[in-house]
């Protein structure tokens, strides 16, 4: 079994900064890729950043330039950073982690940290 667990969301003034968390556990091995995705009240969940296990890193374009992607190999951690956060940040954001398992790989999720950014 894999499991996801995420940390780091709360309540953040417009301008401020969060870092989330996602340590993964059980049967981690082959990881293709680890990312962050979000999901708003009635919009669809979204991707915001990737990393690949070779440390290439991207961004949907709403967040580049203000949201870094890092990952700890040795602790199964990805990290998200976030500045300058708005208010169209405000969503719940969900941890994913792609394992590859030949010939096809297999999507795992958090169970999601909400982040509001509000004065």
């Known amino acids: 079994q894999v499991q996801l667990v995420e940390s780091g969301g709360g309540l953040v003034q417009p301008g401020g900064s969060l870092r989330l968390s996602c340590v993964a556990s059980?049967?981690?091995?082959?990881?293709?890729?680890m990312g962050w995705y979000r999901q708003a009240p009635g919009k669809q969940r979204e991707l915001v950043a990737v990393?690949?296990?070779?440390?290439?890193?991207s961004y949907a374009d709403s967040v580049k330039g203000r949201f870094t992607i890092s990952r700890d190999n040795a602790k199964n951690t990805v990290y998200l950073q976030m500045s300058n956060l708005n208010a169209w940040d405000t969503a719940v954001y969900y941890c994913?982690?792609?394992?590859?398992?030949?010939?096809?790989?297999?999507?795992?999720w958090g169970q999601g940290t909400q982040v509001t950014v509000s004065s």
């Open positions: 994913n982690l792609n394992l590859a398992r030949p010939p096809s790989s297999v999507i795992y």
């Open positions: 990393i690949t296990r070779r440390g290439s890193a």
């Open positions: 059980g049967s981690i091995f082959d990881i293709n890729a």
